[in-house]
């Protein structure tokens, strides 16, 4: 086990409605990434937060929006839902990306999200 | 961006036999490249990873090969086990923050 914790697990909502996922990053990490893994394929960036600031972002439209807390865990906020939000959410955490050294990212078990 | 092509999507064994994922990758300044595993219904779990500055790492029965000139790494798995079945995925990071995936490999080892 990593120590990164999400919740909920599984969550089901409907096209429209907005959804907020949380993400508590491993002891001794302070950053977070979020990526969307669609059903038989690999996991998709959408956006990592560093010292509670967006810190890069992947090809996601801005109704993806997310947060980091002084404790550095995260929260994924995603309004408007499509039918092609369905997927599972996972969260990231590894160390400070400012060293110039790619840092390896360690996962949570992710959130489970239908939109129907 | 990067582009990450993973080979084969799936892959039998018989138990005891080796096991080989290979994957290549587009962007020159991708620099670490970690291999992770997932099981059905938990996030994926980093098994090995590489640096550019070294062409081979082993822990056990896993090990990574990187070829910077041709753009392509591999995993090998020796001596499978029946544990060993889950989607194996790689992955490359450059200078980005993000690290881009391959479509994944499902092993399957046959008792």
């Known amino acids: 086990e990593t120590g990164v914790t999400q919740s909920p697990t599984h969550l089901i909502k409907t096209r429209g409605q907005q959804v907020t996922l949380r993400c508590s990053s491993q002891?001794?990490?302070?950053?977070v990434s979020w990526y969307q893994q669609a059903l038989g394929q690999g996991p998709q960036f959408i956006f990592q937060?560093?010292?509670?600031?967006?810190?890069g972002r992947g090809n996601f439209p801005p109704r993806f929006s997310g947060l980091q807390f002084p404790n550095y865990s995260s929260e994924l906020n995603v309004n408007a839902l499509e039918l092609d939000d369905s997927a599972l959410y996972l969260c990231?955490?590894?160390?400070?990306?400012?060293?110039?050294?790619?840092?390896?990212?360690?996962f949570g078990p992710g959130t489970r999200l239908l939109v129907l | 961006g990067e582009n990450v092509e993973q080979h084969p999507s799936t892959l039998s064994v018989q138990e005891g036999d080796s096991a080989v994922i290979k994957c290549t990758y587009s962007?020159?300044?991708?620099?670490?490249f970690p291999w992770y595993k997932q099981e059905l219904g938990k996030g994926p779990q980093l098994i090995i990873d590489i640096r550019s500055n070294v062409g081979e790492k082993k822990d056990q029965r896993i090990a990574v090969t990187l070829n910077k000139t041709a753009k392509h790494f591999s995993l090998h798995i020796t001596e499978t086990q029946p544990e060993d079945s889950a989607v194996y995925f790689c992955a490359a990071g450059g200078a980005g923050n993000q690290f881009y995936f391959g479509t994944g490999t499902s092993l399957t080892v046959i008792p």
């Open positions: 962007d020159s300044a991708s620099n670490y």
């Open positions: 990231a955490s590894s160390l400070d990306p400012s060293g110039g050294v790619k840092e390896t990212q360690y």
């Open positions: 937060y560093y010292r509670e600031e967006e810190n």
């Open positions: 002891s001794g990490h302070n950053t």
